[in-house]
């Protein structure tokens, strides 16, 4: 396993802690949890979770001192300043701290649940239908994706610490996490070319369609090309010359009327023929899942995508990683609290034999080359984080089909013709990269990949597999040419399996694996969070890559890691297929629960359910006669957790963030100086905040002369 015996501690309470420990543990980190006489709370709460985070790991309640001694990462979720207080900072190589809103800034010491804190993130503002009470996103996948963003700062920071020996901090931060997933960069897609400063809630079109056998089809139609398609498969051509219904906002203009067009067409089909027809016509499309369906979808069954939990008797997602030169962890029962007591605290040195020791500066990955072939947002996503840790990133393209993310511009071609170079998404993922053309379907083009191939450290790509396989750059081909190479294979489904060759994007995902599931109106279908798969999977990848890079500089062997979109997000939403597998009941949605609309036009406040003495129906009252800011500075003085929901687009003016450095300018030729946000950790041998990115995203080619001649 990459880090076998690199020893893992885990003060931490909750999910997010426990995804970070879980992510170590899977790459064969050996953790030990440290847990008070109670246990972590988790446990009570939610006992089957807590063993599928834990799983393979050890329990110990009693002195944490000699074992943060002799830990190699530590991970703690106290309030700020309390750990510094115990001491705990600053021992092991590497300490990780995660808290709702990071070290530092007005509101460091205040803690709000994950459901609470989409609101102040902007995320339950551009969720839900506008005239109806915004939605919170269910299944606190936000402290999913922290606990990510937690485990991809301890790799890295691990990467340099063990290298220069000098113990480094890293500081998690829950709102900058969800602000940088749960919307689609809200604030550059209000202030580039074509864009509008103001709120805006809606849900997809086409989205979550009922089928006449009682199910639900998803079907995503991202570019045009894919709504023709669509539309094809409806025996509906005579709508292909209809240019409003083309783009995602002229189909939301006309909502009624293209709503009673599909759902006329889905209730006259099972959800699976639907499925079938679109995957001919190479339309993202999948039947919405849930704790029962999920196992069975012939894609994991054939991946083996779900295993049975040791020591009981219901099933979980397997580990997200698949990495070619170490095997799989053969996992353990999670620990009875303080099982391992007992057991002694391991005597130095560590049995984590760090990496040679060499110069490392605030960007440890200076020197690395990497060819990345990725497009849209998830893979991009990961090789962003590699630039950003100084890795030379070379983005390439083709003339022919230039990455698809170009062309989600708000601006159209014939309002500039440099349309294709003003896409916020685009931007957000490409920062510090360089840019070439090449065709890949010429030979002198595949060619020079070659001979690139053969010069770089890392290789990434996240088409469907026929597409490398096509071009011959399988990973074996890319092996031959470069023994040791990492290269990163990131398609929807697989390199393997019934549905290899389906495309699926973030909102496929959604669909599949629960998250739309549990997300929508009470009594309503399932409503996708919208995009955020993309950026987590690509968090996830990034964590592989750093581990694969610190095998290489360990070893000197490459290799293969396999990730699917799939896998990851069914790896965030374990606890629905738990528990249908262990009690037979399905969770359902989360509804409109805890949002109160408050005096003023579309104000409302999300307030923790669990902690308010009022029924609804009052607490609505109560809101309503109340502006926002009153009534969250109430509820917190009466200790409510609450927050004012602000629009995503307004990040910019959060003292928060402000205080963090969240945002940094970074000038582009064609879109001027914008604020682009950076990444929800600070590591304390830096890059310091606010100084993430070391240059603009690349025009279509910019560097063809410098890299190709």
């Keep these: 396993m990459i880090y076998d015996g690199l020893r893992v501690v885990d003060l931490s309470a909750g999910i997010a802690g426990g995804y970070c420990s879980k992510l170590l543990t899977d790459l064969g980190a050996d953790a030990v949890k440290l847990e008070p006489p109670d246990g972590d709370p988790l446990r009570a709460e939610k006992p089957r979770l807590f063993d599928y985070l834990h799983t393979s790991q050890r329990s110990v309640v009693g002195d944490w001192r000699p074992w943060v001694a002799r830990a190699d990462v530590v991970i703690e979720s106290f309030r700020p300043g309390v750990a510094e207080e115990m001491g705990v900072h600053g021992i092991a190589p590497v300490t990780v701290s995660i808290s709702s809103f990071g070290r530092g800034g007005p509101d460091s010491q205040r803690e709000l649940h994950e459901e609470v804190l989409q609101a102040r993130s902007g995320s339950l503002s551009v969720h839900g239908h506008m005239g109806r009470t915004p939605l919170t996103v269910g299944g606190r996948l936000g402290e999913y994706v922290t606990g990510a963003f937690a485990a991809l700062g301890a790799v890295t920071a691990w990467y340099r610490a063990s290298r220069n020996r000098v113990p480094e901090h890293v500081d998690v931060s829950m709102l900058e996490a969800m602000q940088l997933t749960f919307a689609v960069v809200p604030t550059l897609m209000a202030r580039f070319p074509g864009g509008m400063e103001r709120s805006f809630r809606w849900v997809m079109i086409p989205g979550n369609e009922p089928t006449n056998d009682g199910h639900y089809v998803g079907i995503t139609t991202v570019t045009k090309q894919q709504w023709l398609s669509l539309l094809s498969c409806m025996g509906r051509d005579d709508l292909v010359g209809d240019e409003q219904l083309g783009t995602m906002i002229g189909r939301f203009q006309r909502a009624k009327e293209v709503n009673e067009l599909l759902r006329g067409w889905t209730m006259r089909h099972t959800a699976d023929e639907i499925v079938e027809r679109c995957a001919a016509a190479r339309v993202p499309a999948a039947v919405v899942g849930n704790g029962e369906l999920l196992p069975s979808f012939p894609q994991l069954v054939a991946r083996d995508g779900f295993v049975e939990q040791p020591g009981a008797s219901w099933r979980r997602p397997r580990a997200p990683f698949r990495c070619s030169a170490v095997v799989d962890r053969v996992m353990t029962a999670a620990p009875a609290l303080g099982a391992d007591s007992r057991d002694a605290p391991p005597a130095a040195p560590r049995a984590h034999e760090p990496a040679p020791v060499g110069a490392i500066g605030e960007r440890p990955l200076a020197g690395v080359r990497v060819l990345d072939f990725t497009a849209f947002w998830s893979g991009p996503f990961a090789t962003a984080w590699l630039a950003s840790m100084g890795a030379d990133v070379i983005k390439v393209e083709s003339t022919k089909h230039p990455d698809g993310i170009r062309f989600s511009a708000a601006v159209r071609p014939k309002d500039d013709p440099q349309y294709f170079e003003q896409s916020p998404v685009f931007h957000a993922a490409n920062l510090g990269k360089k840019g070439i053309t090449l065709e890949l379907d010429e030979p002198e083009g595949l060619a020079r990949a070659k001979g690139l191939i053969a010069g770089v450290d890392v290789v990434a790509e996240n088409f469907t597999p026929r597409v490398m396989d096509g071009f011959g750059l399988s990973y074996d081909e890319v092996r031959a040419l470069n023994p040791t190479v990492v290269m990163l294979r990131l398609p929807a489904f697989g390199l393997t399996g019934p549905w290899r060759d389906r495309p699926g994007f973030a909102q496929t995902m959604e669909q599949l694996t629960g998250m739309a599931w549990v997300t929508g109106y009470e009594g309503g279908p399932p409503i996708i969070p919208a995009g955020l798969v993309d950026p987590t999977v690509g968090t996830h990848a990034a964590i592989a890559l750093v581990a694969a890079l610190d095998w290489r500089a360990r070893t000197g062997k490459g ?151």
Excluded at 581 to 606: H, M, P
Excluded at 686 to 708: R, S, V
């Design 559 to 709: 290799q293969l890691i396999e990730m699917a979109m799939i896998e990851v997000a069914a790896a965030m939403t374990a606890e629905q297929v738990i528990e249908y597998s262990a009690t037979g009941e399905l969770i359902g949605r989360r509804g409109e629960g805890g949002v109160y609309q408050c005096a003023g036009d579309d104000q409302w406040v999300a307030v923790d359910r669990d902690a308010d003495p009022m029924a609804p129906n009052e607490r609505g009252a109560w809101c309503a006669s109340r502006a926002p800011d009153d009534a969250v500075r109430e509820l917190l003085e009466a200790g409510i957790a609450a927050a004012a929901m602000v629009p995503a687009f307004t990040a910019l003016d959060d003292p928060q963030l402000q205080a963090r450095h969240f945002f940094q300018p970074v000038e582009h030729p064609v879109v001027g100086t914008q604020e682009y946000p950076g990444w929800p950790m600070r590591l304390s041998g830096g890059p310091k905040p606010g100084e993430w990115w070391t240059g603009a995203a690349p025009t279509l080619g910019q560097h063809n002369y410098e890299l190709l001649t």
